[in-house]
């Protein structure tokens, strides 16, 4: 698992790109003419101060015995001790 923090947030709010099955954080994300979305959030004036987070983790079919409550406590646990107040308002 790995976070790639594409910007700090500076208005409390972040916005986690997750991918899913079969891909990672880069194929799941990227448009094949190169055109990648979290950088589309980032470049947007809309989204100016919110962070910008992409959460990676194997999603291979050599993953094993890896579930998605593990995925859920892992994605918890890394953005919870960087970034996120994960408490809702």
């Given at each position: 698992?790995?976070?790639?923090?594409?910007?700090?947030?500076?208005?409390?709010?972040?916005?986690?790109?997750?991918?899913?099955?079969?891909?990672?954080?880069?194929?799941?994300?990227?448009?094949?003419?190169?055109?990648?979305?979290?950088?589309?959030?980032?470049?947007?004036?809309?989204f100016e101060g919110w962070g910008i987070v992409?959460?990676?983790?194997?999603?291979?079919?050599?993953?094993?015995?890896?579930?998605?409550?593990?995925?859920?406590?892992?994605?918890?646990?890394?953005?919870?001790?960087?970034?996120?107040?994960?408490?809702?308002?």
């Amino acid at each position: 698992m790995s976070t790639n923090v594409i910007r700090e947030p500076k208005n409390g709010r972040t916005i986690v790109f997750i991918h899913g099955l079969f891909s990672n954080s880069t194929t799941a994300w990227q448009n094949p003419n190169g055109t990648y979305w979290p950088s589309l959030v980032k470049d947007d004036p809309n989204f100016e101060g919110w962070g910008i987070v992409c959460f990676e983790y194997d999603a291979s079919f050599g993953s094993g015995d890896y579930s998605l409550s593990d995925v859920e406590g892992s994605l918890e646990q890394e953005l919870g001790s960087r970034l996120i107040d994960l408490q809702p308002e």
